[in-house]
């Protein structure tokens, strides 16, 4: 949080000013901003490529709580005190971008340790249809090459293009005229030689225009608690993490005009959608033949009256479950109500206490006769409406 300057819309805006056909978002460690990104570039005639810039562990289990140092600690040893390292990942296609939400959830889940790591076994699970680098200077490559482990650098390069694919995995270099950046391009251009993977340029972007640098400082001195005056803050070094032109992106690489080529190969590669539905996203409870979910919710709710009060069902029951099924089907929820039921019903059956109700949903007279709760709500003077209200 508080890493990043450039919000979306403005970001497109200023890459379709440029002419720019494609923009990656890669967020660390998530991709909470992919479907926005998404929408707001495809409007925009620009191609969305979703990424993440992954935190991964420096060691073999993303459950293991351990700091692993390469060296000696330092500056040039991993990020995160030896806690995690970085690297890049772009989904290929829709398939691939299922899989880096689903590794950034179990990232989430089991894999936090000041940060959410991914680790090996999750690439090795989920890794159709990713595309992944060797990363920035956080990276576990780079880190390597700054400590002069070459050799372990491009071991570690061979296990990520085994899992990825050797068509899928690439050397990435970048230079926002920072000296942690420059001391290790030769080593990433040999690298890359050593194991026929392609370079490719990116551009670490922070913020979308130049003068934003400053604006971006404050922002980090807000995430860490310090002040600018505070020479021990957080900062970047220079005003290099905008978004650039082509023209100064080649520049930039004029004596590597490959890895430019590639980074636009990899945008021309890349192709994910999303699902756009209008309709309601609600839980689907399979029905006997010949009904559908508000058919057959009727018929339980009816039932569970008849069982509730088997001496006859009282005027004001009927009418306020009529009025509650009139209600729950007309916003879409007899699924939900039937899926609830089902498993309240097997807790039940297993022994396993659920309680009375509670909550707002303790209100309906649905819920009561279905046996998700067993208050009845007209008796203890319960409103429905605090659950469920036509007017919302």
């Not at 979703?50 to 459950?63: K, N, Q, S």
């Not at 400590?147 to 990435?172: C, H, W």
Request: charged fraction near 25%; charge should be negative.
């Amino acid at each position: 949080m508080l890493d990043g300057a450039a919000r979306i819309v403005p970001l497109l805006d200023r890459a379709g000013e440029l002419g720019q056909t494609a923009l990656a978002i890669t967020d660390h460690g998530y991709a909470f901003g992919a479907y926005e990104f998404w929408s707001a570039a495809r409007k925009r005639g620009i191609k969305p490529i979703i990424g993440v810039e992954a935190y991964l562990t420096p060691g073999t289990a993303r459950r293991d709580r351990s700091r692993v140092l390469f060296g000696d600690g330092g500056d040039d040893d991993v990020s995160g005190g030896g806690a995690y390292t970085h690297m890049t990942l772009w989904a290929k296609n829709t398939a691939g971008m299922h899989n880096l939400f689903r590794m950034a959830s179990f990232a989430s889940m089991d894999g936090f340790f000041f940060k959410p790591r991914m680790d090996r076994e999750l690439f090795e699970q989920y890794s159709a249809g990713i595309m992944g680098t060797t990363g920035c200077p956080s990276g576990e490559v780079q880190t390597r090459l700054r400590l002069g482990q070459y050799a372990k650098a491009v071991q570690v390069a061979g296990e990520y293009q085994d899992i990825l694919g050797r068509e899928n995995y690439f050397v990435e270099v970048m230079d926002h005229g920072i000296n942690i950046e420059r001391r290790v391009l030769s080593d990433l251009i040999q690298l890359s030689k050593d194991i026929g993977a392609p370079l490719v340029a990116t551009n670490d972007l922070h913020y979308t225009h130049q003068e934003d640098a400053a604006s971006h400082e404050a922002l980090l001195c807000v995430q860490v608690g310090k002040t600018l005056d505070d020479p021990s803050r957080f900062k970047f070094d220079g005003d290099g993490y905008y978004l650039k032109t082509a023209a100064e992106m080649r520049e930039i690489w004029r004596d590597l005009p490959e890895a430019c080529d590639t980074t636009l190969a990899i945008a021309e590669a890349c192709e994910v959608e999303f699902t756009e539905d209008e309709g309601r996203y609600m839980p689907r409870f399979d029905v006997p033949a010949g009904e559908d979910e508000t058919s057959w919710f009727v018929k339980e709710v009816e039932r569970g009256l008849v069982s509730r009060f088997p001496s006859g069902i009282p005027q004001d029951v009927r009418r306020q479950a009529e009025y509650e099924t009139g209600v729950i089907v007309g916003k879409g929820y007899a699924g939900y109500y039937l899926v609830v039921a089902d498993f309240i019903s097997w807790a039940k059956s297993e022994g396993i206490r659920v309680g009375p109700g509670r909550g707002s949903g303790a209100g309906s007279m649905a819920a009561y006769a279905l046996g998700i709760t067993e208050l009845d709500p007209l008796k203890h003077g319960l409103i429905f409406e605090r659950f469920l209200n036509p007017e919302r």
